[in-house]
């Protein structure tokens, strides 16, 4: 049973910056890919960032340069750095990782909120 544990979501002020981080139950390899997708409310869940096994990331083009999608091997660990937040950033954001084999399976986390204050 694949598990994702998201944290490091909360309340901060415009221009600031908040880290995320998402915990696997495995081996981060046993993944093809693991990212971010953010949900607002009334809007669909959208990418964020990505990173393959091969660690090639990939970000929505509205955030580059602002967030940062990085991992840590050893601790099974993804982490999501956002700085210069904005209030539009507002959103639940969800970790996620997908395997893909015979057959694409998503995993998803239980999604963390991050509301940015103006």
């Known amino acids: 049973q694949v598990q994702l544990v998201e944290s490091g979501g909360g309340l901060v002020q415009a221009g600031g910056s908040l880290r995320l981080s998402c915990a696997a139950s495995?081996?981060?390899?046993?993944?093809?890919?693991m990212g971010w997708y953010r949900q607002a409310p009334g809007q669909e869940r959208a990418l964020v960032a990505s990173?393959?096994?091969?660690?090639?990331?990939n970000y929505a083009d509205s955030l580059k340069g602002r967030f940062t999608i990085s991992r840590d091997i050893a601790k099974n660990t993804v982490y999501l750095q956002m700085d210069s937040l904005k209030p539009e950033d507002t959103a639940v954001y969800y970790c996620?990782?997908?395997?893909?084999?015979?057959?694409?399976?998503?995993?998803w986390g239980q999604g963390t909120q991050v509301t940015v204050s103006s």
């Open positions: 495995g081996s981060i390899f046993s993944f093809n890919a």
């Open positions: 996620n990782a997908v395997t893909r084999t015979i057959r694409v399976i998503n995993y």
């Open positions: 990173i393959t096994g091969a660690g090639t990331t």
